[in-house]
């Protein structure tokens, strides 16, 4: 699981504090309490903690990291590494923990905190010595180290960096099935399938009686497009004598996945009543009839999970939804309230403020993501994002602005608050001033593939130096060949060197990868510019009936006419 972050409570900080005092004391109890560079680790502490309470994160930080430097305490060094992390300034974080490392250079806590925060800083040299570190000396064996590692360093990080990391680590343990079974898992998660299906393959072969390896090459070549041989394989597994149930729902998911509806129900259905319930059976089937348009049998599916208990976070989301496409949003508004927790809390929550917005005035919204971000601190980040974006969707393009200056101001190290920025300044028409941000981020961070794609395509959409676009989105797909946003990137910049045929491979490849409303507004840019108009307007109607709120879908659709 990931790494549990805590800010210290005040008493933490108070028996610190008594700690440095009784430090200073003379031994014979009537001395003065020392002053100068003595008293300075007490003193950083108490402005940190000030820093923090008024909001001053990036000050709190670097105080409580400085109170660090200046003294040889490690509870001081571990407490100043924790509420940088717990307050997202990764850079602070990366030095306290260095500090940490400096007086306890066999902290198994302070090494995991330095490989996180160099991992979400795109330093992997750091990041590969922190976790190999850990491997060579933590668990009670590297095959272990990296099963206890995947779903860790697997929720940090930009998805390529991770694959990278892997990779690093793997190759230091050429003999170990269980670091090509890393490898080739974060490959997947990273859409770069002839990497995730050749690691996967090493992993087998390493570990030829291992069914998570095998199952894990089913998903690669199902991914990669080998849907028979990909299910054989599957296939083989579950009709094994050791077969099991978690094989079962992962040979289903992968029916589901090609196509394969009827089957997969088949395998599900056993599972979602009787003796032997199986929450993730339920959600499975609810999932399928979801996307098939089955309001009326998701409905049931995600209401038997919520009754089991498990995953009851997600069975409230998809209720949610389920409600939303039904006009019915004050049920909507109530299921998505209740979620709690897990990988969509934002979602739901964004989904309420959107509601709230639209029933009660913009900033009805706007205060229901503020009161998320007070409750749910770690989610702050990620909360200016979306404040700004509800305020952009509801035409408040300068309170918009407004809030990502002040979400950086709090998180300069946010990476994806950065992104969203440069983004909403390109669309405000202000492009010289989101190509120069993401050039900077760039600089920061050479080589991220998910950078590269932001400016490579960012350039392609303006006209913008398109043989450096090109380079940096090929960079971006050496990296990554199967994500549909990059290859969506180099589809439109194709489309803007006017090599229209080339341009739709790539935006339909794109579209199989992952849909998206900004991949048909493409198709259909090229599909007109070829002559189609006919394939353009349809292309675009039918994005729009998946998308009903996409603006630039409903203008396009307008200006095509009749």
């Known amino acids: 699981m990931p790494i549990r972050i805590i800010r210290a409570s005040r008493c933490a900080l108070g028996a610190i504090f008594l700690g440095l005092l009784a430090a200073c004391v003379a031994t014979d109890g009537a001395g003065p309490v020392a002053t100068g560079d003595a008293a300075l680790p007490e003193a950083r502490l108490a402005d940190a903690e000030a820093a923090f309470d008024r909001g001053d994160y990036p000050d709190g930080a670097r105080l409580y990291r400085e109170a660090a430097q200046r003294s040889d305490d490690e509870m001081i060094a571990e407490q100043a590494t924790r509420a940088a992390f717990d307050h997202a300034q990764l850079r602070e974080a990366a030095l306290a923990a260095g500090r940490w490392l400096e ?160 089957e997969a129900r088949a395998m599900l259905t056993p599972y979602t009543t009787g003796k032997t319930v199986v929450p993730g059976a339920i959600r499975a089937l609810g999932a399928m009839e979801l996307d098939a348009d089955n309001l009326d049998a998701a409905t049931a599916q995600f209401e038997n999970l919520l009754a089991t208990g498990a995953q009851s976070n997600e069975a409230l989301y998809f209720l949610g939804a389920i409600a939303e496409r039904r006009k019915d949003t004050d049920r909507a508004m109530r299921y998505y309230s209740r979620v709690a927790g897990g990988d969509y809390n934002l979602a739901a929550q964004l989904r309420v403020a959107r509601i709230k917005a639209g029933q009660s005035g913009t900033d009805a919204g706007v205060t229901h993501l503020d009161e998320l971000a007070r409750t749910q601190p770690q989610l702050a980040p990620d909360v200016y994002s979306a404040k700004a974006g509800l305020l952009e969707y509801r035409g408040d393009a300068r309170r918009a602005g407004q809030v990502y200056e002040e979400g950086l101001s709090r998180y300069p190290d946010a990476l994806e608050l950065r992104l969203n920025r440069a983004f909403f300044l390109e669309r405000t028409g202000k492009e010289d001033a989101a190509i120069r941000d993401l050039r900077a981020l ?121």
């Open 442 to 562: 760039l600089a920061e961070r050479p080589g991220d593939a998910h950078v590269q794609n932001a400016l490579g395509y960012t350039l392609a959409d303006n006209g913008r130096n398109l043989p450096e676009a090109r380079g940096l989105l090929t960079a971006a797909l050496a990296q990554s060949p199967d994500n549909a946003a990059t290859l969506d990137s180099m589809g439109w910049l194709l489309y803007k060197e006017g090599n229209y045929p080339a341009a739709l491979d790539y935006l339909q490849r794109a579209n199989e990868s992952g849909a998206d409303p900004e991949i048909d507004l493409h198709i259909g840019e090229v599909q007109w510019a070829m002559g189609d108009q006919k394939a353009a307007r349809a292309t675009w109607q039918e994005a729009l009936k998946k998308a009903p709120e996409n603006a630039k879908l409903r203008e396009r659709i307008e200006r095509a006419g009749p």
């Open 103 to 262: 007086i306890n250079p066999t902290s198994e806590n302070a090494h995991r905190y330095a490989g996180i925060a160099a991992l979400k800083l795109h330093r992997l040299d750091d990041a590969a010595a922190r976790f190999g570190y850990l491997l060579d000396t933590v668990y009670l064996s590297p095959a272990a180290g990296f099963l206890a590692s995947l779903p860790v360093i697997g929720d940090e990080g930009v998805s390529t960096d991770v694959m990278e990391l892997f990779r690093r680590l793997s190759a230091r343990y050429p003999d170990v099935g269980e670091g090509y079974y890393a490898y080739a898992s974060a490959a997947l998660r990273a859409d770069n399938f002839a990497v995730a299906e050749e690691a996967a393959e090493t992993a087998v072969a390493k570990a030829p009686f291992w069914k998570p390896a095998k199952m894990l090459l089913a998903r690669t070549l199902v991914a990669s497009g080998k849907d028979e041989q990909g299910l054989a394989m599957a296939r083989d597994l579950v009709t094994g004598p050791d077969s099991d149930i978690s094989t079962h729902l992962e040979y289903a998911l992968l029916l589901s996945a090609t196509g394969r509806d009827q």
